[in-house]
């Protein structure tokens, strides 16, 4: 006989994946939306942090679809790490681009010390 708080459990995380999965590629809409709209001159930066973004928010609800369909393996060994380290680039680019004389940015581009 399953054991009815078992149940309960997979019910719960498998709506909270759903909906999950829902509300992330919903949120990637506005991003890439955003990426493609925005047409050079002087706001690379920008369309190179909003792509990452919506890199960021592809690949998590990607994570959350491989959990939903048991592949944890994947969704834990390969995608959420993935997720983590394009959130740390995406960091590293915008103060990059919000802060250009700051001495991490020297410091990456190989300027004085």
């Known amino acids: ?16 994946h759903v909906i999950s999965i ?7 809409i506005i991003p890439l939306y955003i990426s493609i709209s925005i047409n050079g001159g002087n706001k690379f930066g ?3 942090l909003t792509i990452i973004l919506t890199l960021f928010v592809v690949i998590h609800g990607l994570y959350h679809l491989a959990e939903l369909l048991g592949y944890h393996m994947l969704g834990d060994g390969f995608l959420e790490p993935l997720s983590v380290v ?13 802060y250009p ?7 990456m ?4 010390k």
């Open 46 to 48: 920008i369309r190179t």
């Open 1 to 16: 006989m399953p054991d009815s708080n078992s149940e309960h459990s997979n019910l719960y995380t498998t709506s909270f």
């Open 101 to 107: 004389s700051s001495i991490l940015t020297k410091k």
């Open 86 to 98: 394009i959130l740390i680039v995406f960091g590293i680019i915008m103060i990059r681009i919000l």
């Open 109 to 112: 581009r190989g300027g004085p």
């Open 22 to 28: 829902i509300a992330i590629f919903s949120a990637a």
